[in-house]
C-alpha cells in the first residue's frame, strides 16, 4: 500500500478530502489504477482484483474493451468535440430508438444525474406544474430535487402515510423539500393517497423500477400498474430512470411491465465507458427541447453534449450488447447468484439477494425487502458490511459497490464467479457471529 498512501498524501494538498468523488475514498486512504483489462484491475501497488463493481454499473463490457479502443481511437485523430453536429449522434440515437418501441424521440447529455434533472425540467415545462413524486430512499442522482430523502433515517423520516423530504445537502432551501413528494415503494394506498392529495400540483411521478438504494428488488407489477393508471387520469406524467437499469434486458427493465413510461432517463452502460446521459421517450413531450418551435420551453444544450468521443464509444458499446449478450450475463448472474447462496446454506448465514438481470444486491435477511424502510441498515449492520467488504477488498481482491452489490461486465466467467463464490464463502464464515447478531 506504499505507493497508494503516498499518492494520497499528495492528493491531499490539491482535492477537497483528497478525492473528486466520494465513491473511491476509503480508510485509511484510496487506492489508485495502474491498469485494467477486462475484469481484473491492477493498482499501483501490485494488486490485482476481480471488479463486480465496473465503475458504479457503468462498464456493461469491463475495462479496456478493445473494439471500443478502436473505434475511440480513429475519432480521437478526427477531433474530440465540436461546435457542429456529428453523424454518429444521430446513428447512436437511432440505435437506441430501435431498441425500445417506448422511445420515439432521444437527446443526449453528459450523466445520468444530467439526464434525470433535465427530464424532471421538461416534464415541468410540458405540463406547467411544479411538484414531483419520488419514492423514499431512491437515488436519482444529485439534482437538488431527485435526492430529496435519498438518505433518511428512523429518527427523521417520519410517519409512513406522508413521509418527510429530507434534504441530503445542507443548506437545500425550504421551497426545494416542499416540492418533492415522498412516497413509500410498493405500497399502493398510501401512495396512491398521496399523489391524489397532490394531483393538481405534479409534473411527474419518478420510478426506478429496480432501485439500488431502495433495495434493488424488481418493482411489483400492481403496484406500478396502480400508478400508471392514475396518472393517466390525471395527466401527471410517469417518467422512468433507467440510468442504472437499462442493463436489465436488451430494452431496458421497462420491458417487464405492461406499462408505457412517458420519458425514460438513461446513462452509465451506453456511454461505452465515458461520461454519458439521455433522455428518450414520447415525441410530443420532447418537443419541449425544440429548438425550431416559435417558444422554445425548455432551452438545452451543453458543450459536450452527445460529444463524438462518447457517442462512437456508446454505440460500439451498445451493439456489441445485442440480444445474446443479455441473455448470457444475465445467465451467468444466475448461476453467480445461486453458488452464492449455497455458499450462504453452507455457512448457515441467513443471506437474500436482490436485483434484476445482471446485478444483484446481498441482504442478511431470512425475508426479502420491499421497500427502503425495511431495507435500511443500523448503524451495527452497516460496520458489519463495510468491514465484510473491507476484507474481500483487502484479503479476497474482489471489488463489490459499497452498498453490498454486484454489477456483471460480459468479461466476467464461470473463473470469476467461481472466486467470488469462494470469497464470499470465507466472509460468510468470518462474520457468522455478527451477522446472526442482528439479522432479521
Not at 475484469?39 to 490485482?48: E, K, M, Q, R
Not at 432521444?106 to 425540467?121: L, Q
Not at 420510478?207 to 393517466?232: C, K, Q
Not at 473491507?390 to 459499497?402: P, T, V, W
Amino acid at each position: 500500500r506504499r505507493h497508494s498512501s503516498a499518492l494520497y498524501k499528495k492528493a491531499k494538498e490539491v482535492m477537497t478530502g483528497g478525492v473528486s468523488r466520494n465513491t473511491i475514498f476509503r480508510r485509511p486512504h484510496p487506492f489508485y489504477v495502474s491498469k485494467a483489462k477486462g475484469s481484473y484491475v491492477t493498482d499501483i501497488d501490485a494488486n490485482t482484483r476481480v471488479d463486480f463493481a465496473n465503475n458504479m454499473a457503468s462498464l456493461i463490457h469491463g475495462h479496456a474493451n478493445p473494439h471500443i479502443i478502436e473505434a475511440v481511437t480513429e475519432q480521437l485523430h478526427r477531433g474530440t468535440a465540436y461546435t457542429l453536429g456529428t453523424k454518429i449522434e444521430i446513428d447512436f440515437g437511432e440505435l437506441l430508438v430501435e431498441r425500445n418501441h417506448n422511445f420515439e424521440k432521444i437527446r443526449f447529455v453528459n450523466s445520468g444525474t444530467e439526464a434525470v434533472m433535465s427530464m424532471i425540467k421538461a416534464a415541468r415545462a410540458y405540463t406547467g406544474k411544479g411538484k414531483i413524486a419520488k419514492a423514499e430512499g431512491a437515488y436519482h442522482g444529485t439534482y437538488d430535487f431527485a435526492e430529496i430523502s435519498q438518505i433518511v433515517k428512523p429518527e427523521n423520516w417520519g410517519d409512513i402515510d406522508h413521509p418527510n423530504s429530507i434534504p441530503v445537502t445542507f443548506g437545500t432551501p425550504d421551497c426545494v423539500k416542499n416540492d418533492v413528494i415522498i412516497f413509500p415503494y410498493n405500497d399502493i394506498e398510501r401512495t396512491l393517497n398521496l399523489l391524489e392529495e397532490n394531483k393538481n400540483d405534479l409534473a411527474c411521478v419518478l420510478i426506478d423500477p429496480v432501485s439500488h438504494r431502495v433495495g434493488m428488488f424488481p418493482i411489483e407489477e400492481d403496484y406500478l400498474v396502480a400508478i400508471y393508471n392514475w396518472t393517466r387520469k390525471h395527466k401527471v406524467l410517469l417518467v422512468f430512470d433507467e440510468v442504472v437499469t437499462y442493463r436489465v434486458t436488451y430494452s431496458g427493465a421497462q420491458e417487464l411491465y405492461p406499462v408505457k413510461p412517458d420519458m425514460t432517463a438513461l446513462g452509465k452502460i451506453i456511454g461505452g465507458g465515458f461520461p454519458v446521459g439521455a433522455i428518450a421517450g414520447d415525441a410530443k413531450i420532447m418537443s419541449v427541447f425544440d429548438p425550431t418551435r416559435k417558444i422554445i420551453k425548455q432551452p438545452h444544450s451543453g458543450t459536450f453534449s452527445a460529444n463524438p468521443i462518447t457517442m462512437t464509444a456508446g454505440k460500439v458499446a451498445m451493439e456489441l450488447f445485442d440480444r445474446q449478450a443479455v441473455d448470457d450475463i444475465n445467465n451467468m448472474t444466475d448461476i453467480a447468484k445461486n453458488q452464492i447462496l449455497a455458499a450462504a446454506k453452507e455457512a448457515d448465514v441467513p443471506l437474500i439477494l436482490t436485483g434484476a438481470g445482471s446485478m444483484f444486491r446481498f441482504h442478511f435477511r431470512h425475508k426479502a425487502p420491499r421497500n427502503y424502510r425495511e431495507t435500511y441498515q443500523c448503524p451495527e449492520e452497516r460496520k458489519l458490511i463495510v468491514d465484510f467488504l473491507d476484507f474481500l477488498f483487502l484479503h479476497e481482491d474482489i471489488i463489490m459497490i459499497n452498498t453490498f452489490a454486484c454489477m456483471f461486465a460480459t468479461t466476467i466467467t464461470q473463473v470469476e464467479v467461481d472466486r467470488l463464490t469462494e470469497s464470499l464463502f470465507k466472509g460468510f464464515i468470518r462474520y457468522k457471529k455478527e451477522i446472526h447478531s442482528f439479522v432479521k
